[in-house]
């Protein structure tokens, strides 16, 4: 279990135009370990939810001559993360059922006990948790990132030994590794042992993102700020304060925009576009990269401090043909995960099998072997996965799954480069292929290492 003695506090704002009952809400959500802002009017609310994350809101049904009633609409769109309790003196159920259609989480009728009060906050807290926890529940089934967590290398073995250690503080991670070495699997796992582990895991992939779309997906922007902005966006900073941010392929970070990166990793502050003020989160950092980002500090392409700020603490993954100690493992837990899924009825590998996987280099990592054993279950109409169940190239073969359809051959007797023989795979895979995720997956590799040998070889 995590250390939950740093967890991250429930943030509360209050909305009400009675000093004494807002007093009366601080005290008591004070004393039950809750971070409560108070403020009488909708001004000073609007204000403060867009500058700050809060988990739960406390809005009263009339605040002077505002009605909550009518902020609804604004509150969710400045906080859309923001659980909204409506409080009211009044029990009225078509009132009720209003702020339920327009966006309340609850409604809460004063005056109420302490108890009551607390039992109400912690109702939204709990629901919040629980849906953090099945979307991450989602994605380690998606990823297969429980398949990785133990390990016979010694290397790989001390990897994951030093993840659990530093993921019980605060300090940014650099993963280092090759493309599909499973970067991703251990960043989430790094939020999972930390003690934000009830707190949002947000992922950015950046080399999927331009620097202007980059820059809205990490700090959001503001309705009206550009074409296009028909609605405010809060960012995936702002999503998730108190937990994890994983940069997918950090080295891909836009230039222009690494200077906000690193202000907002020293200060915990940063705008929205659009937006002047200034707001505040706190976020833990875990980048993951296969570049060199030493290299690309000395030909000016990454920021030295950035480096820095980032490489905290580092650890690189080993490849998968560096630690086929695990391979067997690995791939059994691969065809528990499919044949439970597809309901198919694969649950071993035969020896010849196993030896070819062994002999072979797995240039996509456990990426490529996860495509790999998936193709194998579908098309296995036993118990057993065989050699013809495989799609790998002669053994000892550097190209992806499906070598041996790799374009036309060679003229015999004629030299060719690898550069050459991997263009032409790659465009006969995208040429197969209905998407260029269908592609990556075909070639065992991620889309955005698809997206630069690609560009690098004028591949549309």
Not at 4 to 31: M, Q, W, Y
Not at 179 to 200: C, D, F, Q, V, Y
Not at 312 to 329: G, M, Q
Request: hydrophobic share 40%.
């Amino acid at each position: 279990m995590p250390d939950t003695s740093h967890a991250p506090v429930g943030r509360i704002l209050a909305i009400d135009d009675d000093k004494r009952l807002l007093e009366n809400f601080g005290l008591c959500l004070e004393g039950a370990g809750y971070r409560v802002s108070a403020v009488p009017t909708l001004q000073e609310g609007f204000k403060l939810a867009a500058a700050q994350p809060f988990h739960v809101c406390l809005l009263d049904r009339n605040i002077g001559y505002d009605s909550g009633m009518d902020a609804l609409p604004k509150l969710r769109e400045l906080a859309p993360q923001m659980r909204i309790i409506m409080v009211t003196a009044h029990s009225r159920v078509d009132d009720a059922v209003k702020a339920l259609s327009e966006g309340a989480s609850d409604y809460l009728v004063k005056p109420c006990s302490p108890e009551q009060l607390r039992i109400a906050v912690a109702r939204q807290m709990d629901t919040m948790r629980l849906l953090d926890k099945l979307e991450r529940l989602e994605r380690e089934t998606s990823t297969g990132a429980q398949l990785s967590l133990t390990s016979k290398n010694p290397a790989m073995s001390q990897v994951l030994a030093m993840a659990r250690q530093v993921a019980r503080t605060d300090a940014n991670l650099l993963l280092l590794g090759e493309s599909g070495t499973g970067k991703g699997m251990l960043a989430n796992a790094i939020h999972g042992w930390s003690a934000r582990a009830e707190a949002p895991f947000a992922t950015i992939n950046c080399p999927s993102l331009s620097a202007e779309l980059m820059e809205s997906e990490l700090f959001g922007h503001a309705k009206g700020s550009f074409t296009g902005a028909t609605q405010s966006t809060q960012g995936r900073v702002s999503n998730a304060d108190g937990g994890t941010l994983f940069l997918d392929e950090v080295g891909d970070f836009p230039l222009a925009l690494q200077p906000k990166l690193l202000r907002f990793i020293q200060d915990k502050e940063y705008e929205r576009i659009g937006d002047p003020g200034t707001r505040r989160a706190d976020v833990r950092i875990v980048s993951a990269t296969n570049r060199d980002l030493e290299a690309m500090v000395a030909d000016n392409s990454f920021r030295l401090d950035l480096l820095y700020r980032l490489n905290v603490i580092s650890l690189t993954l080993p490849a998968l043909r560096d630690r086929l100690e695990d391979l067997e493992d690995l791939a059994l837990g691969f065809i528990r995960k499919y044949a439970t899924s597809y309901h198919l009825p694969a649950n071993r590998i035969a020896p010849e099998a196993l030896a070819r996987m062994r002999a072979y280099r797995w240039p996509g990592n456990v990426r490529e072997l996860q495509n790999v054993i998936e193709r194998a279950v579908i098309l296995c109409t036993d118990e057993v996965i065989t050699s013809a169940h495989l799609a790998l190239g002669a053994p000892g073969a550097t190209g992806a799954v499906g070598t041996a359809d790799a374009g036309p051959p060679a003229v015999a007797g004629a030299p060719i480069t690898l550069d050459v023989l991997e263009r032409r795979h790659i465009e006969a895979i995208l040429a197969s292929s209905d998407t260029l995720d269908a592609a990556a997956r075909t070639l065992g590799i991620d889309g955005s290492t698809l997206y630069r040998k690609r560009k690098s070889y004028g591949l549309q």
